[in-house]
């Protein structure tokens, strides 16, 4: 049976970025993060999580700011953003500074703004990955998790202005596995001291353009 394929389309840049708020993570974060801002850029089509302490606009903007940055840093110049039915003053002061033009979802249709999307596509992968993690995993540092989901998300996305290009590949370059192998998150590690034991602890993520560092988490217990 013939097995028909998609044809893969340049499009011209449209600038466009759709941004919406998560609701309240189950446990709050060591980092004290508790929410989750997630940016959809059309062009690269990119998918951004940005943990938040809280809802207020500061917050939010500061959130808003390392996106923006990271997408000009690509080359991407967003012009047009698309918010869920409320924005603070603070980010339209932002949105005016940077001149990106904005506009507000309609309250009974969130299917407008394309960050619906993005956040049921970011909070499947997300999900995935704490499953895969190890039963003993602390559920308080899931924060930690968020750079190595953002690599794997849009390593599996193609761009839209380079059907050749993943969506990371267009935002943050070409991905060196061999600088970099990725490893499940979360597994149960050694780490070995100075000692004749070794001390257990998951693993957190891998740091990029480091040869194979891993960060590990290790719980320290005083015993009186």
Not at 16 to 43: E, Q
Not at 141 to 157: D, E, G, V
Request: charged share 20%.
């Amino acid at each position: 049976m013939p097995t028909f394929f998609k044809k893969s389309v340049q499009c011209s840049p449209a600038g466009s970025v759709n941004s919406d708020l998560t609701g309240k993570f189950p446990i709050p974060s060591s980092n004290g993060a508790k929410y989750l801002l997630v940016v959809y850029d059309y062009d690269s089509n990119c998918i951004f999580a940005e943990p938040l302490v809280s809802h207020e606009a500061k917050n939010i903007v500061d959130a808003f700011k390392k996106v923006i940055e990271q997408l000009k840093a690509a080359g991407l110049t967003p012009q047009f953003q698309r918010l869920d039915n409320e924005i603070s003053k603070q980010l339209k002061d932002y949105l005016a500074k940077e001149a990106i033009d904005f506009q507000l979802a309609p309250p009974d249709s969130h299917r407008r703004n394309a960050a619906e999307r993005a956040i049921h596509t970011f909070k499947n992968h997300f999900i995935a990955m704490l499953c895969s993690c190890d039963h003993d995993f602390p559920l308080h540092l899931w924060c930690r998790l968020l750079p190595q989901a953002f690599i794997t998300l849009n390593l599996l996305r193609g761009s839209r202005i380079n059907p050749k290009l993943s969506a990371y590949a267009q935002v943050k370059g070409q991905f060196d596995y061999n600088r970099t192998p990725i490893g499940p998150p979360g597994t149960r590690v050694q780490a070995m001291k100075w000692l004749p034991n070794a001390t257990r602890g998951p693993l957190i993520l891998k740091t990029p353009g480091i040869l194979v560092l891993h960060s590990i988490h290790i719980a320290v217990f005083e015993f009186g």
